[in-house]
């Protein structure tokens, strides 16, 4: 059933930020530097994405929309350094562009990955693998051009074990340009100096996190548990996407307790530009707070 009441602590303040895509913003964690790249952007239908949230939550946040009424959601990578070393978490969409009637995403582009990769210093041969969170088109896209033909491709082992899935969806191209570069993930293990996967199924099959540490702080990198930050404040809301509603709403709960603790910052992916934060409780409950970079 629909949520008819509007809470206050969703957000704790009208911020543009919340209906604009993300420029490049980056963090240090100690010797550890990560950077949000850009591809593209999409733009979501807020009731079919999150099909408990109820006309009144959009009409008291409308801080959340753009002027069409659409959520705006960021797409693109999470940049990891390490010394002369590079991981990217996700790529983003890939040079494309579509557009969908029905359903929670209206339209979405990419293409902007490579530039904004530029700008940071580094070039695609730099990055040595791509860890992704899960196999979704707009988490993949240029996973399967030339530009990243060279990487390691890291894959939670159930994700990649349930890549029929894909296929029945249409992806079958994707998953051939994947293979010949898999390598299959078990939870814990650390992928990168400072990085360590954990497998928290929900959104998909084999969907994971990844865990960034350094410095005295750490970093989760949640891809698709949360698709907009007014779930911090209803981490019972799943997504139109999600595989398991169950699952995914059990895990958010335990998530945004987690994001709440002590030097734990976050990243959304698709936050718009408010990819880097943390979970405060503001009077009646948590609510994302934006970590400016």
């Given at each position: ?22 420029g490049i913003r980056s963090l240090h964690l100690g ?159 650390e992928v990168f100096p400072g990085v360590r996967v ?82 405060r409780h503001d009077g009646d409950g948590p609510a ?6």
């Amino acid at each position: 059933m629909a949520d008819s009441t509007a809470p206050a602590h969703l957000h704790p303040a009208p911020d543009a930020r919340l209906r604009r895509p993300s420029g490049i913003r980056s963090l240090h964690l100690g010797d550890t530097k990560v950077s949000y790249v850009p591809d593209g952007d999409v733009r979501l239908r807020p009731l079919s994405l999150l099909p408990d949230s109820g006309d009144a939550t959009w009409a008291a946040h409308p801080e959340y929309l753009d002027e069409t009424g659409h959520l705006v959601g960021s797409v693109g990578a999470l940049l990891v350094e390490h010394g002369d070393r590079a991981l990217l978490i996700d790529a983003g969409i890939g040079p494309h562009a579509f557009e969908s009637p029905e359903g929670p995403l209206r339209a979405g582009h990419g293409g902007a990955l490579p530039d904004n990769l530029a700008a940071l210093g580094r070039r695609p041969q730099d990055i040595e693998a791509v860890a992704f969170t899960h196999l979704h088109a707009d988490h993949l896209g240029w996973a399967c051009e030339p530009l990243l033909g060279h990487a390691d491709f890291l894959v939670a082992e159930p994700e990649w074990q349930g890549r029929d899935l894909l296929a029945a969806q249409g992806m079958t191209d994707q998953v051939k340009a994947l293979a010949p570069n898999v390598r299959t993930l078990t939870d814990g293990e650390e992928v990168f100096p400072g990085v360590r996967v954990r497998i928290a199924p929900g959104h998909s099959v084999g969907h994971a996190e990844y865990v960034i540490t350094g410095g005295g702080r750490r970093l989760i990198a949640f891809g698709d548990a949360m698709h907009s930050p007014i779930q911090a404040g209803r981490p019972g809301w799943s997504s139109g996407f999600d595989h398991d509603l169950t699952a995914t709403a059990g895990h958010r709960h335990r998530l945004v307790a987690e994001l709440a603790e002590p030097d734990t910052l976050g990243f959304g992916v698709h936050f718009a530009d408010v990819v880097f934060g943390r979970v405060r409780h503001d009077g009646d409950g948590p609510a994302w707070h934006p970590v400016d970079s």
